[in-house]
């Protein structure tokens, strides 16, 4: 318990644009490799990168959304390395001014909410892949990926334990993508994170750290965070001291290992990008950029719980993507008599569904004035809650309304008093035994009636007068 852990973060994430981020090639994922190139993202000699202004108005965009400061004059430089997937032997990026500075993310934490600092967020352009698997001891290299728009998130070393590091990560992952900043998929690459690690005695300076790679889903950057951890308190109580290492995240084995001694900035050789002018933005893009800027969620899950009465969780779920919210709150105004049932329903019956099918909101075949309609016949009488989940089955598979359903089905709720009441005294005729235990104490019968209705009404019998009169007839 005298160890304390110290995490930053490094998160790159792939902007959102058709073209690169220094020349006109697809930046669409999975074509064939080395297919989305030409020699600007070759690095053929002569040639000249232009900006993608989308990339910039992007970056600006997440710059204003963590409360950060946005530079009206940032730099390019050259960061100098050599490996195979960087056919330049540089890659175009902002070291020494970044178009934003500062910022933060609040999280959830066990003490309550918690600020988690961003250093900056700075543009820089992609490398190529290298694929090693299933091609028999050698490496083939994709450069469809180099050049991609990428902005570079860095944190303050603010974070203290694995769990606060997924929490803001989830916080970014949720931003960028309501935004449309970036797709988000971690699978495609779209967001990958690098985890700086230290341990130290609590109130000592930082510890050495080392960076954690190869982290690309949230499960992984958690178990190796927390197995890093370890390792890091294990040497140094045993008398051995921890070195500046880029270590990779072995997800088979659960433990990371040693890949390279960690660079210094001068290792890089970084020097001004001679052929791009200096980035400069005036104060009234930037002010026309925060005009246009939607709700954020924080603000959303606060007004969806106070307005709207959901839960924390309800709001959250609703709050995860810009369609998402807005689907919500076209269903409130089409079924603004409930918001609650619109949330459990949307929430827990719809979403549901569409994920077991693959889909989401944005291409679910029902709109939310179809799905209102639904909810309508629960509050009329017309069906049962219960009916109305099968009836919602169809609407997803045939994209029929819940009216056409209702009537080509006969599943209309039988909630004459007459009918029920004449159904109910057959039943008790019918079980004589069962009706002397019930009123002899036996409460928990009653359910055993409840469900001889609904089996003989084929679950068509409205619930609510079932058990009203069963009460008064029993």
Known sequence: ?????????????????????????????????????????????????????????????????????????????????????????????????????????????NDGKKRIG?????????????????????????????????????????????????????QL??????????????EKGQFRCDAN????????????????????????????IEYEVIRQIELIEDGGTVVQETRLYDSVKGETRSMRSKEEAHDYRYFPEPDLPPLRISAEEVALIRAGMPELPPQLRQRFEEEYGLSAYDADVLTQTRDLATWYEQLVAAHPKDPKRCANWMANELLGRLNEQGQNISNAPIDAKTLAVLLDRIDDGTISGKIAKDV??????????????????????????????????????????????YR???????????????????????????????KALL
């Open 392 to 437: 919602l089955d169809t609407m997803i598979k045939t994209g029929q309304s819940a009216d056409q359903i209702i009537e080509e089905k006969g599943l209309k709720q039988v909630s004459d008093t007459g009918a029920i009441d004449a159904l109910i005294k057959e039943i008790i005729e019918a079980n004589p035994k069962q009706v002397e235990q």
């Open 1 to 109: 318990m005298s160890w304390e852990v110290v995490i930053g973060l490094e998160v790159h994430v792939q902007i959102n644009s058709k073209t690169k981020a220094f020349c006109g090639c697809s930046t669409a994922f999975g074509a064939e490799p080395n297919s989305q190139t030409c020699p600007v993202c070759l690095g053929m000699p002569g040639q000249l990168p232009v900006l993608n202004h989308i990339a910039v108005d992007k970056t600006i965009l997440t710059g204003l959304a963590i409360n950060a400061t946005i530079n009206l004059e940032s730099r390019f430089d050259r960061k100098n390395y050599f490996y195979p997937d960087l056919p330049k032997g540089y890659q175009i990026t902002q070291f020494s001014v970044p178009l934003v500075d500062g910022g933060y993310l609040d999280i959830a934490s």
């Open 197 to 224: 690690v230290s341990v130290r005695q609590f109130g000592a300076p930082l510890g050495t750290r080392a960076e954690l790679k190869n982290l690309n889903s949230f499960r992984f950057i958690k178990q190796g």
């Open 173 to 186: 992952h949720q931003l960028i993508r309501f935004l449309d900043v970036s797709g988000g998929n971690m």
């Open 440 to 470: 002899g104490g036996r409460d928990k019968l009653f359910g055993f009636f409840v469900g001889q209705v609904m089996k003989a009404t084929r679950g068509q019998a409205n619930p609510s007068v079932v058990n009203t009169r069963l």
């Open 118 to 170: 961003i250093t900056r967020i700075h543009m820089e352009e992609d490398a190529g892949k290298s694929m090693h698997e299933g091609l028999d001891a050698v490496s083939h290299i994709d450069l469809n990926r180099s050049g991609v728009p990428l902005m570079e998130v860095v944190s303050e070393p603010d974070m203290r334990s694995a769990d606060e590091a997924i929490a803001y990560l989830k």
